[in-house]
C-alpha cells in the first residue's frame, strides 16, 4: 500500500520542521514547499515556490496529488506583521487564497488544514477558557489577516466543497523556535548568562499577562489528528486549556542557572500594566480528534533551555 502523501506549505518554518518529523514518523511522503533556497530535511519533495504562484502550486497539486495539504506559510511575528501591513497581508491573505484556489483548480481531492491564531480573539482584555463560538475581534494585523483568510477558507468550503478544516492555535514554543519569541528569547538569554557570554541581566517587558502555551510537539501532533479525525468546515482551538503568567516562565528559566540575574522591567512595550488573561477551551479539539498533550510546560521550557545551551556551546 502506498504511503499517503502531505503537503506542507513553510516547511522551513519552525513548525513546519516540527510537523515534518512527526509526519514522516507516521508514515507519510513529505512534499514542502517554501521561499527558502535550501530545506533541512534530504528525504522529502522540496520545491522553492512563492505561495502567491497560484499555477506553479496547482502545478504540484496534480503531479504530486496529495491526500492532505498543511497551509503554515505566513508572516506569524506580530510585531512584523504590524510594521509592515501590506506585506503580511498578501502572504496571510492572498497566499492562502492562492493555495485554496490552486486546489480547486487541480481538482485533487486534498483535505487542507488552515492554520489560525488565538490573535483572532480579542486579545486586550481579559478571556478565559475562550471555546470556538465566542466571535473574534482581533486588534492587530495579524489577528485581523488570519481571521479574515478563516472568513474566505469558509467560503472555498461553502462555494466550492473544499474539504478545509481550520485551526485557532495559541501559542506555542520548543526546541528551534526563533529567540524573537518570549519564551525562547528568555531561554537564550539564561543559556548565553549560563556559559558567561553575557552579563547576569535580562530586560523584559510586562511579565505579569497570562498566557495559554502549548508545546509545538504536541501542536502538531493535533494538525495531524485534525486531518486524519477532524471535520470539514469546523474550527478548532489548539490550546493547552491552562494558564500561565509570563512571569512564573522567567522565574523558572532563571532557576536553571547558579547567577544572581538582574531582571530589568520595561513596562513601556505595553499600555496594560497589569496585563492580560487569554486562555483557550479545547473540548472541541478533544470530543473530535481524542487529541491529547503529552508535553508540560515545564518539560517544553527543560527542553528549549537545552536546546540553546547546545546551539551556544
Known amino acids: 500500500m502506498d504511503k499517503q502523501k502531505a ?23 513529505v512534499i514542502g514547499i517554501d521561499q527558502e533556497p535550501d530545506c533541512p530535511f534530504n528525504n522529502i519533495n522540496y520545491r522553492q515556490l512563492d505561495i502567491l504562484d497560484t499555477e506553479k502550486i496547482t502545478d504540484l497539486l496534480l503531479t504530486e496529488k ?6 503554515l506559510a505566513a508572516i506569524s511575528f506580530v510585531p512584523e506583521a504590524d510594521h509592515s501591513p501590506q506585506h503580511a497581508l498578501d502572504i496571510n491573505i492572498m497566499g492562502t487564497v492562492s493555495v485554496l484556489d490552486a486546489v480547486k483548480r487541480s481538482g485533487v481531492d486534498t483535505r487542507v488544514l488552515q492554520v489560525g491564531s488565538s490573535k483572532e ?14 466571535k473574534p475581534e482581533p486588534t492587530n494585523f495579524y ?15 461553502r462555494r466550492f466543497g473544499i474539504d478545509v478544516r481550520f485551526t485557532r492555535s495559541f501559542n506555542h514554543t520548543g526546541p528551534g523556535q526563533s529567540p524573537r519569541f518570549v519564551c525562547s528569547e528568555w531561554a537564550k538569554r539564561v543559556a548565553e548568562i549560563a556559559l558567561d557570554i553575557i552579563p547576569p541581566e535580562i530586560s523584559a517587558g510586562n511579565t505579569k499577562s497570562v498566557i495559554d502555551f502549548m508545546d509545538v510537539r504536541d501542536v502538531v501532533h493535533a494538525y495531524n489528528l485534525i486531518m486524519e479525525k477532524g471535520k470539514t468546515g469546523q474550527i478548532y482551538n489548539v490550546c493547552s ?16 542557572t547558579n547567577k544572581a540575574v538582574k531582571v530589568e522591567y520595561n513596562n513601556s512595550f505595553h499600555t496594560d500594566k497589569k496585563g492580560t488573561i ?3 477551551n479545547n473540548q472541541k479539539l478533544k470530543s473530535h480528534t481524542g487529541w491529547k498533550n503529552f508535553y508540560s510546560l515545564e518539560k517544553t521550557l527543560d527542553d528549549l533551555y537545552d536546546y540553546w545551551l547546545k546551539i551556544l556551546s
Open 143 to 157: 489577528g485581523i489577516s488570519k481571521y479574515a483568510s478563516e472568513l474566505i477558507g469558509l467560503q472555498y468550503v
Open 278 to 280: 487569554l486562555t483557550g
Open 7 to 29: 503537503l506542507i506549505t513553510g516547511i522551513t518554518g519552525f513548525v513546519g520542521q516540527w510537523l515534518t518529523r512527526h509526519l514522516i514518523d507516521n508514515g507519510y511522503n
Open 121 to 134: 480573539y480579542d486579545n486586550t482584555c481579559n478571556h478565559e477558557n475562550v471555546d470556538e463560538s465566542v
Open 66 to 71: 496529495p491526500q492532505t495539504l498543511y497551509h
Open 241 to 256: 486549556n491552562k494558564g500561565t503568567q509570563l512571569d512564573w516562565i522567567l522565574k523558572y528559566l532563571i532557576k536553571k
